[in-house]
């Protein structure tokens, strides 16, 4: 875990509560797909944890939907001005599963930590496929952007305003060889059991530390309780208790 002020770049809406800020300030930081950062926002007492969409030479890159205060805080910054944020931190995805055609599955704000994973599996020469879900066309953002890494992109919304109507499930492959994927809990419990391969599932709770220390974002897990900061946020499918 490190701690750094980083400066602003830029900080601009997406949709009209999804927002894209890119920091600088990370050239000496070690970044995995799948690990989160947290924003010290405002006069807020807790951090914001907020999962890492890209980390690029010396910029940062996080998407975020402001729910409340201390993102609505974030929202705020100004290019020019600094955020307090602890990095490196949470259990990201293990690139050596993915085999030569994984599946990358998004849901909302689910959907940033699959780009930075996207790229890194590209440069591994793997060519995952890729499922962005959304309710409606008007929350759809970074289609463009994982379009220009991968070559099979398809968008779902459950009202049919763009792309297959109807949820992530209904857009599924016949195969493939392992499966990411990151969004709202009933979304990754229906992906769980429709799909027969190994896959990793990156989890929310809400968070006091965001380092492991406090312990009150611990779930259970077939060899126990975990922290989805520390342990998580990101499960392998085979330790996740969701059978039934």
Same mark, same amino acid.
């Given at each position: 875990?490190?701690?750094?002020?980083?400066?602003?770049?830029?900080?601009?809406? @997406?949709?009209?509560?999804?927002? $894209?800020? &890119?920091?600088? +300030? *990370?050239?000496?930081?070690? #970044?995995?797909?799948?690990?989160? /950062?947290?924003?010290?926002?405002?006069?807020?007492?807790?951090?914001?944890?907020?999962?890492?969409?890209?980390?690029?030479?010396?910029?940062?890159?996080?998407?975020?939907?402001?729910?409340?205060?201390?993102?609505?805080?974030?929202?705020?910054?100004?290019?020019?001005?600094?955020?307090?944020?602890?990095?490196?931190?949470?259990?990201?995805?293990?690139?050596?599963?993915?085999?030569?055609?994984?599946?990358?599955?998004?849901?909302?704000?689910?959907?940033?930590? @699959?780009?930075?994973?996207?790229? $890194?599996? &590209?440069?591994? +020469? *793997?060519?995952?496929?890729? #499922?962005?879900?959304?309710?409606? /066309?008007?929350?759809?953002?970074?289609?463009?952007?994982?379009?220009?890494?991968?070559?099979?992109?398809?968008?779902?919304?459950?009202?049919?305003?763009?792309?297959?109507?109807?949820?992530?499930?209904?857009?599924?492959?016949?195969?493939?060889?392992?499966?990411?994927?990151?969004?709202?809990?009933?979304?990754?419990?229906?992906?769980?059991?429709?799909?027969?391969?190994?896959?990793?599932?990156?989890?929310?709770?809400?968070?006091?530390?965001?380092?492991?220390?406090?312990?009150?974002?611990?779930?259970?897990? &077939?060899?126990?309780?975990?922290?989805?900061?520390?342990?998580?946020?990101?499960?392998?499918?085979?330790?996740?208790?969701?059978?039934?």
């Amino acid at each position: 875990m490190k701690q750094k002020l980083l400066a602003v770049l830029a900080n601009t809406a @997406l949709t009209g509560n999804v927002y $894209e800020m &890119k920091l600088s +300030g *990370i050239a000496d930081a070690d #970044i995995r797909p799948g690990q989160f /950062v947290n924003v010290k926002a405002g006069n807020q007492f807790l951090r914001r944890p907020i999962s890492v969409c890209d980390a690029e030479g010396d910029t940062l890159t996080l998407v975020y939907r402001v729910n409340g205060e201390g993102t609505l805080a974030m929202s705020r910054l100004q290019p020019g001005e600094s955020a307090d944020v602890l990095l490196e931190l949470g259990n990201g995805y293990d690139l050596s599963s993915a085999g030569q055609h994984p599946l990358l599955v998004g849901g909302g704000v689910g959907i940033p930590p @699959l780009y930075y994973l996207a790229k $890194e599996l &590209k440069k591994q +020469g *793997i060519r995952p496929s890729v #499922i962005l879900g959304f309710n409606t /066309v008007s929350e759809l953002f970074y289609e463009t952007a994982f379009r220009a890494v991968c070559d099979d992109v398809t968008v779902t919304t459950a009202d049919g305003s763009y792309g297959v109507k109807g949820f992530v499930t209904d857009a599924l492959p016949e195969e493939c060889t392992h499966t990411y994927a990151c969004g709202p809990l009933p979304m990754m419990k229906a992906l769980y059991r429709a799909l027969p391969v190994s896959g990793q599932f990156s989890l929310e709770e809400r968070m006091g530390c965001g380092f492991g220390a406090c312990m009150g974002c611990s779930v259970q897990t &077939k060899t126990g309780n975990k922290r989805v900061c520390k342990e998580g946020p990101v499960f392998r499918k085979e330790d996740l208790l969701w059978e039934d």
